[in-house]
């Protein structure tokens, strides 16, 4: 079966750093994406890997090592506006997306 | 641009009967998708169209229907509501159905059925 796994619930410090980490067993592998979702809200794309390794992209960063079937993302200087759930998504062998139930991070000043 | 739009923003249904979710985007993409969100369980995809004119079912297709007669439109209908059908329906899109492209979401629709 497939299966995306990842944290129900994290808690960080305003400032802080923090890692989500999403484990993934899937039909294939296309991609490996990240989303955030605000409470009420639609989810927003944050970013994709492909490829082992980490992208950045200003306070946010991904890693994907597809041989663990492992990905985290990484929230740097988090602020009050970061909390939020993050939700990881694989796509399989036929393009479509597998979704984790997502991790909810609070963020306490 | 609108991006997506879904309608309504919310409905109380009674069980049995029918109602149709709305989905328009204007992004011209070829993609589209259903899924439902709910607690404690990742977004589930309900039905997908590849292409105007084509349809397919996701993980749980029972109790639903689509289709696509044009690009921008894919609604959704529940034929006779039941309660397990209250959740949170989102819709979404993106240019193609293979290679790297994200999807984008409508704002949703809250249904709950009694």
């Known amino acids: 079966g497939q299966n995306i796994d990842q944290p129900t619930e994290m808690t960080a410090t305003e400032g802080a750093i923090v890692q989500i980490n999403c484990t993934y067993q899937t039909s294939g592998f296309n991609g490996l994406f990240w989303y955030q979702q605000h409470a009420g809200e639609a989810p927003t794309f944050l970013s994709y890997n492909v490829l082992d390794g980490l992208e950045e992209k200003g306070r946010f960063s991904s890693f994907l090592s597809r041989s663990k079937g492992y990905s985290y993302l990484l929230l740097k200087e988090l602020q009050m506006k970061d909390s939020a759930s993050y939700l990881c998504?694989?796509?399989?062998?036929?393009?479509?997306?597998?979704w984790g139930a997502g991790t909810k991070l609070i963020i306490k000043p | 641009t609108a991006g997506i739009t879904q309608a309504p923003t919310s409905q109380i249904l009674a069980a049995g009967r029918s109602m149709t979710l709305r989905c328009t985007q204007d992004m011209r993409h070829n993609a589209m998708y259903w899924y439902r969100q709910d607690l404690g369980l990742g977004l589930r995809l309900i039905h997908y169209s590849n292409t105007a004119g084509t349809t397919g079912k996701g993980e749980v297709p029972d109790g639903y229907s689509v289709s696509r007669a044009n690009t921008d439109d894919f609604p959704l209908t529940l034929a006779s509501a039941v309660p397990s059908q209250t959740s949170v329906y989102f819709c979404?899109?993106?240019?193609?159905?293979?290679?790297?492209?994200?999807?984008?979401f409508g704002p949703g629709t809250r249904l709950t059925v009694l």
């Open positions: 979404a899109s993106r240019v193609g159905e293979e290679g790297y492209n994200e999807q984008f």
């Open positions: 998504a694989v796509m399989d062998s036929n393009y479509q997306l597998i």
